[in-house]
């Protein structure tokens, strides 16, 4: 998945996609100058970072 494809699914901004590639916290492969992010690492960090409220 694309960057913006990630930003969309999450619903925050690609600038914020970039931010957890550059930290670590999402796994990403660069293909020369862009980024992919496979669908189960993004779904591994969106468990990851859920909190159940309550």
Do not use: C, P, W
């Amino acid at each position: 998945m694309t960057v913006a494809e990630v930003a969309a699914i999450m619903r925050v901004s690609k600038m914020s996609v970039y931010r957890l590639i550059h930290n670590g916290q999402l796994e990403a492969a660069r293909f020369g100058r862009s980024f992919r992010v496979s669908e189960a690492d993004v779904d591994a960090y969106l468990r990851r970072s859920y909190d159940v409220a309550g």
